[in-house]
């Protein structure tokens, strides 16, 4: 069983979705989460973190479930623009070991 | 404020040879993380610097592969010899915080073909 989990895509929605992804780790003592996003040929860029509360930012919802080691990443509104693949990133024991997932390609389209 | 940067961003070698990556991440970030991705799986860790020292380098696939930061700067990553399944995009990555609690920020990457 891989360490970090993510739906294996590719999600094709029309502009306007809503879309959620979601993404389980394996490792109890995972201390810090991520959703990173990942363009064509271009490096991973930090999207949002992820925190027990749930955060949100603009379009973007994350929730946490350390009881179920279960994170989710909501995409209200999509654009075009979102189209890219998104990354679930997992920090374990601290940050010194940094886990991702293999990631979900998301295609928005007009 | 510059950011993390990767030398060279492409690079074909045949196997057998001996190639390093170079990695500047930014400036005053104490952590160094190294990636690699190869084609069609994911971003795997290869390992992490706090300063000059290696914290974790579990990640490393075997003992071709040696990593440097002296003096706490930049950071290279040396393959020899480069074998086949050595090909991939190889990352770094530097974040100030020790624990990772905060983001890291990542290079353009290192586009490594062997041949």
């Known amino acids: 069983r891989k360490e970090v989990e993510q739906d294996p895509g590719p999600f094709n929605v029309p502009e306007g979705a809503t879309v959620a992804f979601n993404c389980t780790y394996s490792?109890?003592?995972?201390?810090?989460f991520f959703w990173y996003r990942q363009d064509c040929r271009k490096e991973p860029k930090l999207l949002m973190s992820?925190?027990?509360s749930g955060n949100e930012d603009g379009r973007f919802t994350a929730q946490l479930n350390r009881a179920s080691q279960y994170i989710s990443l909501l995409i209200r509104d999509s654009k075009l623009s979102d189209s890219a693949t998104y990354l679930c990133?997992?920090?374990?024991?601290?940050?010194?070991?940094?886990?991702f997932g293999a990631g979900t390609r998301l295609f928005v389209k007009a | 404020e510059a950011g993390v940067t990767q030398f060279p961003s492409h690079s074909v070698i045949e196997k057998g040879q001996t190639v390093t990556l170079r990695c500047d991440p930014i400036s005053g970030h104490d952590n160094l993380y190294w990636y690699r991705r190869v084609m069609g799986k994911e971003i795997k860790f290869l390992l992490h610097?706090?300063?000059?020292?290696?914290?974790?380098e579990s990640g490393m696939p075997n003992n071709r592969f040696l990593a440097e930061r002296t003096g706490g700067t930049y950071s290279t990553l040396k393959v020899q010899p480069a074998e086949l399944e050595d090909s991939g995009v190889y990352f770094c990555?530097?974040?100030?915080?020790?624990?990772?609690?905060?983001?890291?920020?990542f290079g353009q990457g290192t586009r490594l073909t062997v041949v």
């Open positions: 992820v925190y027990s």
């Open positions: 490792n109890s003592a995972s201390q810090s």
């Open positions: 990555a530097s974040s100030q915080d020790h624990q990772g609690r905060t983001e890291a920020f």
């Open positions: 610097f706090v300063k000059e020292s290696k914290q974790d």
């Open positions: 990133v997992v920090n374990i024991g601290g940050g010194f070991k940094t886990i």
